[in-house]
């Protein structure tokens, strides 16, 4: 069974430029995860889809932040305008869904470095 | 809101020794437990989880964890460890019951193993 893809694996742009990750779940996983690892930090959630609607964005800075999940299937998280803080992994993670925990799965993550 | 707290940030051990690492949680009711691993180059995946029943957990390659309640823990542990358990290992915590299947990660326990 194939992972979770993520792509690009790494990223460097300069400060004030726009960035956009792209993720695709394992295949059936309904929902759908992008968490931020900040180096010396655990991953933190920004925002979670279940099929393409948002179950919970409460912890993504919208102001520059966006996702979306449009045909519930592979999903976009892009940075505009990017600032030096944003620098960290980003994690794609997917689950079968409902409301019962289901182990999530993670991908291989995007390193963003903001110069 | 929860929180994580994992006290060893960096561990040393030669090979044969016994591990134990620390992970606290702040608020209590119904969660559950998980601590995952990520081996260099490799991606975050599950090492072991606790939902309910038995509070002494066994996960793959030889470790198991303990869920004290009263103490709102979960420790995780190995008898004799090998250098191929050398990675970054995070505890996490899902408040069951919640809308969404937020997992609330600390900041990670990095152990190298020595031969």
């Known amino acids: 069974e194939a992972g979770v893809a993520q792509s690009p694996r790494y990223k460097i742009i300069e400060k004030r430029q726009s960035v956009a990750f792209w993720c695709n779940p394992i295949?059936?996983?309904?929902?759908l995860y992008w968490y931020q690892q900040i180096l010396g930090q655990g991953p933190k959630l920004l925002i979670q889809f279940q099929n393409n609607g948002v179950v919970d964005d409460s912890q993504l800075p919208k102001d520059r932040f966006s996702a979306e999940r449009l045909k519930g299937v592979d999903s976009t998280l892009k940075i505009q305008p990017a600032k030096l803080e944003d620098s960290a992994v980003y994690l794609c993670?997917?689950?079968?869904?409902?409301?019962?925990?289901?182990?999530?799965?993670f991908g291989p993550g995007t390193r963003l470095t903001v110069l | 809101a929860q929180s994580v707290s994992q006290h060893n940030h960096h561990v040393i051990l030669s090979e044969a020794a016994s591990l134990e690492l620390g992970c606290n949680y702040s608020?209590?009711?119904?969660?559950?437990l998980f601590w995952y691993v990520q081996y260099p180059g490799q991606h975050l995946q599950l090492l072991l989880k606790?939902?309910?029943?038995?509070?002494l957990v066994k996960g793959i390659k030889g470790f198991e964890a303990e869920f004290i309640k009263s103490k709102f823990s979960f420790n995780l542990r190995k008898p004799s460890v090998q250098w191929s358990d050398t990675a970054e290992y995070f505890c996490?915590?899902?408040?069951?019951?919640?809308?969404?299947?937020?997992?609330?990660f600390g900041t990670g326990t990095l152990l190298a193993v020595q031969p």
């Open positions: 993670a997917s689950d079968p869904g409902g409301r019962t925990y289901n182990e999530q799965f």
């Open positions: 606790y939902f309910s029943g038995d509070p």
């Open positions: 295949s059936g996983h309904a929902t």
């Open positions: 608020y209590g009711g119904t969660v559950n």
């Open positions: 996490a915590v899902m408040n069951y019951g919640g809308a969404t299947n937020k997992l609330i």
